[in-house]
Nanobody, 111 residues
Framework: QVQLVESGGGLVQAGGSLRLSCAASERTISNYAMGWFRQAPGKEREFVAAITSAISTNYADSVKGRFTISRDNAKNTIYLQMNSLKPADTAVYYC?????WGQGTQVTVSS
């Protein structure tokens, strides 16, 4: 399994932006699909975005046009650029690669 460490969360006003990072260690990520998920209080964890090794991307309908997932294989890192943030985006955001999950980073969007 690979260790994943997220960073970049924080508190932002509605309409603002944040960029999350997920750094992988112990294994190169270039050949693997990676994804972002989130879990709001009292809700189940849900899919946000994914990127394949071929740089194909997929997004949840709720974030399409606002979030962008990308990867830098040289840095063994993926990113989630989040723009036009809404209070409904408030959640703990998790990075995933196969069966490996990061510890999560909190994103709070105030109205």
């Amino acid at each position: 399994q690979v260790q994943l460490v997220e960073s970049g969360g924080g508190l932002v006003q509605a309409g603002g932006s944040l960029r999350l990072s997920c750094a992988a260690s112990e294994r190169t990520i270039s050949n693997y699909a990676m994804g972002w998920f989130r879990q709001a209080p009292g809700k189940e964890r849900e899919f946000v975005a994914a990127i394949t090794s071929a740089i194909s991307t997929n997004y949840a309908d709720s974030v399409k046009g606002r979030f962008t997932i990308s990867r830098d294989n040289a840095k063994n890192t993926i990113y989630l650029q989040m723009n036009s943030l809404k209070p409904a985006d408030t959640a703990v955001y998790y990075c995933r690669s196969g069966a490996s999950w990061g510890q999560g980073t909190q994103v709070t969007v105030s109205s």
